[in-house]
């Protein structure tokens, strides 16, 4: 949510910088804006719409410099403009800074700041942390100008509530960058004669695999050559430079037209990688050994408690089914944002596990602190390693699923889904789940990486499905059981980048008010496997037909005979265990979204109001 990119070095910064907007985009894409100095000042380019309407700008008129910030915006304060872009600058016009978060104080700090005189050009709170850094480095009487603009900002960010990644320079200060972070993500690229800032690595990637993951409350000034890390209250610590997993070439789309269409097809890879070496066929169970817990401490274990949001939260919602399921642990899913602000009675031997592809989600790590505070041992299930949740929790389990770039997320739901199978086995092999049964769900989570693969052969089958539904006003979702989350997650796909009205529903729910929606222009897709619910969800798929709705449905081979004559469209998937069903069933609903979306002439990777990461509440 927001992009921030800085350079300070030898080249021109504007290639650089346009270049890792470009990999920011997913953060968010309403207006975009550098600012980039040389002997003549600060040089500024902005505007409302997406990067390549910068890059157009910058082309007309290119501003020359070897150190600049820059920004790509998801808005939270003020409308998306020219104006509202980002950089935006203190009373003097010499400084300008960057800013991924929200100054919840602004206000106040405003009316303070017009007092003394100030005047505002727009209506964010990001201008007024840019005069409130500003007013104090005038008034600071030294003659060390860097010195004097980390001052400014250690006192600035001292008297703000909120969030913030921030980037700044000043005119005055050549070769110079602040940046500091809390809450909102920010990574120093150190390069050779030459380092970076960004909010995430992917950035800066193409330039420099070694990165300072800045936690909060850190300050970092950098230099061409030195970069100097201290706390907001002035204390120097350790910092560790680590190496990125990842290459440019991992970012890159390659022959797919979409982010979104090749992470679909990595889910073969991702889902082998979600399992690689946490398989222990001997022993019929899992290892985790992230998790950080003694067998002891896991037999302890007396209630698992799910939380995250968007397509996160649906894992859990399989999540729970299965670990329920597999372990016989009670558990709950729960939305980040509520959990967090909730007083959930907890017992004792509650295990809390935040679930975040970007590990950045401010109400997952707003759950996560919550959560920690109250001494819950709590753990996250990550992506992006170095994370703020995965630094912040007490263990986890990475997905290691690589970079998921399009934004609505599809090889992360199904990593997660795999570690939670995994969560379920481990738990459950140390109570009640037999070694055959431990033995059969692994030969069947080993099957999956190829049973993936033949689904995925569906997609032109399920592009020609796609393409008769461009005209419908929306589409109505249905499951059960372990499918029940999949009606909600391919709902959600579908409602984010086709932008059509779509709701999941478990499909007993249907004749409770669901049904009078009911009618010719609005699909309903059944999730329906032959599992042990099956014929319960032929009943609603028959009431549903009886009413002229029209029927998609995935299922299995013995599913699609039963619903032949019955439905209009039937996508039929590999047959698995219940407990692993909807690491299939997934599979079609994501191609059915980005196929339709496709045809609607959607902006697929980037769908409109969304941003991947979201790191504002
Ligand atoms: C945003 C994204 C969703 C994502 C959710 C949680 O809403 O648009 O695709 O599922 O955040 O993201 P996380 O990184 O925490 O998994």
């Excluded at 390549?52 to 998801?74: E, N, V, Y």
């Excluded at 009373?91 to 929200?102: D, F, M, P, R, Y």
Aim: charged share 25%; aromatic share 6%.
């Amino acid at each position: 949510m927001c992009g921030i990119v800085g350079y300070v070095g030898r080249s021109e910064a504007a290639p650089i910088l346009l270049d890792g907007l470009k990999r920011l985009e997913y953060r968010g894409y309403d207006s975009a804006g550098v600012a980039i100095v040389n002997g003549e000042g600060v040089q500024t380019r902005k505007c409302a719409g997406r990067i390549a309407a910068l890059s157009k700008l910058m082309a007309q008129k290119p501003p020359s410099g070897s150190f600049g910030i820059s920004h790509t915006r998801w808005a939270t304060h003020g409308k998306v403009n020219d104006t509202n872009a980002h950089p935006h600058f203190d009373q003097s016009g010499k400084l300008a800074l960057v800013h991924n978060g929200v100054i919840e104080n602004y206000g106040a700090l405003k009316a303070q700041l017009v007092e003394q005189g100030h005047t505002f050009e727009t209506e964010t709170d990001t201008e007024v942390l840019a005069h409130l850094i500003g007013s104090i480095y005038d008034k600071i009487d030294n003659n060390d100008s860097k010195g004097r603009l980390v001052n400014a900002t250690r006192e600035a960010l001292k008297q703000v509530i909120g969030t913030y990644g921030i980037a700044l320079l000043h005119a005055d200060v050549p070769d110079f960058i602040v940046g500091a972070r809390r809450g909102s993500p920010l990574v120093l690229g150190v390069g050779r004669d030459e380092n970076f800032l960004a909010s995430d690595v992917s950035a800066i990637v193409a330039h420099t695999r070694d990165a300072v993951y800045l936690n909060d409350f850190d300050l970092v000034a950098v230099e061409r050559d030195k970069f100097e890390i201290s706390s907001i209250d002035g204390e120097t610590g350790e910092h560790q430079i680590n190496k990125v997993e990842f290459t440019s070439e991992d970012i890159s789309k390659g022959d797919y037209a979409h982010y979104m269409l090749k992470e679909i097809f990595e889910q073969p890879d991702s889902v082998r990688d979600a399992m690689r070496g946490r398989l222990n066929t001997e022993e019929c169970t899992a290892k985790l050994g992230g998790l950080n817990m003694t067998a002891a401490e896991l037999r302890d274990v007396g209630r698992v408690v799910l939380t995250g949001c968007g397509t996160a939260l649906h894992a859990g919602g399989v999540g729970e089914y299965l670990i329920e399921q597999l372990a016989s642990v009670p558990t709950e899913v729960e939305f980040a944002s509520e959990f967090r602000h909730r007083n959930t009675p907890m017992t004792r031997d509650t295990l809390v596990f935040a679930i975040s592809q970007s590990g950045e989600t401010a109400d997952t790590l707003g759950a996560l602190r919550e959560s920690r505070r109250k001494g819950y041992r709590t753990l996250g299930i990550c992506n992006n390693v170095a994370s703020t949740i995965a630094r912040e929790s007490d263990g986890g389990v990475y997905m290691h699923a690589g970079p998921e770039i399009g934004v609505a997320a599809t090889k992360s739901f199904t990593s997660q889904v795999v570690i939670l199978t995994l969560i379920g086995l481990l738990l459950g092999r140390m109570r009640n789940l037999s070694t055959a049964e431990g033995s059969r769900l692994i030969e069947a989570l080993e099957a999956l990486p190829d049973q993936i693969e033949d689904t995925l052969k569906l997609s032109d089958h399920i592009k020609s499905i796609a393409n008769k539904y461009v005209d419908v006003s929306g589409m109505l979702f249905f499951g059960r059981q372990f499918n029940y989350p999949i009606a909600l997650e391919g709902a959600l796909k579908m409602k984010e980048i086709t932008y059509l009205y779509a709701e999941g529903h478990p499909s007993a729910e249907l004749k409770h008010g669901i049904i009078a929606l009911v009618r010719p222009d609005l699909p309903s897709i059944f999730v329906a496997p032959d599992d042990g619910v099956f014929s319960k969800n032929l009943n609603n798929i028959e009431q549903v037909k009886a009413r002229k709705g029209p029927i998609i449905a995935v299922t299995t081979q013995s599913g699609a005979k039963q619903l032949k004559g019955i439905a209009n469209d039937v996508i039929v998937v590999p047959d698995a265990p219940d407990t692993l069903m909807p690491i299939l069933t997934v599979i079609p609903l994501q191609l059915l979204a980005y196929h339709l979306a496709v045809g609607l002439g959607r902006d697929v990777d980037k769908p409109r109001n969304l941003a991947k990461s979201v790191t504002v509440e």
